[in-house]
């Protein structure tokens, strides 16, 4: 009895020690709020938007649209875990790719970035649009409906085409609301169909 109860203890230990040193499976997690939802989530896989300018038109193809938010944050689940890479933290993020069409020249990428650092804060945005690449910004106040990217705070892609744009529109709602071209062309949202919803 007394060996039983020794051997039970050593067990016990030694199970114990092999959790404390592979670390408890915890997993530090955000979630995207509601007012985050808004300004993350304007595209679908399979739209088709149109843009007007002047006298022609461009065409933007939204391709894949990636959409990570934890289903809750009690820190035992193991939702978004990847141990083989030590990975704990599952922040809340969105991004979409797109193809844009215009005047005869391609710029594709990833659209916009977004994610949720921190519960206590918005979450962060930055939008990549014909080559040229924005700052990172705090989502701003339930107030606001837009956030303007304006050409000095944008970074030129390298090795790749470049759209010369003056400045760029987003709406919560509805992604890119219109953007200036260096020449003063302004292109608006004007239409947005899915392709995908009607096969």
Known sequence: MFNRNKHMVF???ILCSLIIACGLPYMKKTQFGEMDMEWVTPYHEGDIIVFHGGNSLDTMFISE???????NRFILDTEGQNWMEGINEYKANSSCDYTLIHNGSVFNGVLFFAEKESMDDPASFSISFGGNYSKTVIL????????????ATFTKGVAQPVLEIKSITWHKRIGIKEYVLNNGTVFSFWDKKNDVSEK
Not at 65 to 71: D, G, I, K, L, Q
Not at 140 to 151: G, R
Request: charged content about 25%; overall charge negative.
């Open 65 to 71: 649209v990636s959409f990570n938010n934890p289903a």
């Open 140 to 151: 701003p106040s339930q107030e606001k409906d837009t956030i303007q990217f304006e050409k």
């Open 11 to 13: 067990v016990s230990y």
